[in-house]
């Protein structure tokens, strides 16, 4: 299994599989945004407003994300760190190797092993 990972408009990782999260069943309390906003267009202050129905599921950023998977371990296997599998959605800000950065960082920080893969788009 695998966490889809996109950019917000300033650039930060987060876990999300939406690129339009308000077509997916999120929504915007404030009704401030479009319902087609990309993830790559919303500020991570737009994208933690938004809520998904029914609940209080949030987008959060990638670093959130592992730091929740810091404290899993592979079933079974006590002592065994839950690995995280980011694969990075198309975008071409990824193609600057800086934008890994807070990836590592946290990956780092947390003890969560983190394998970053791409899929390649045929076309």
Known sequence: QDVDLLLSANGTPVA??????????FRDPARKLARHAQVAQMSMRQLHRLRANPGRFRINTAAVMLRVASRLEVKGQPGVPFTICGEVKPDPRWKDPATYAPLVRASERTGTPLIIMSMPRGG
Not at 16 to 25: A, D, E, I, N
């Open 16 to 25: 999300t599989h939406w690129q339009r999260p308000l077509s997916h069943g």
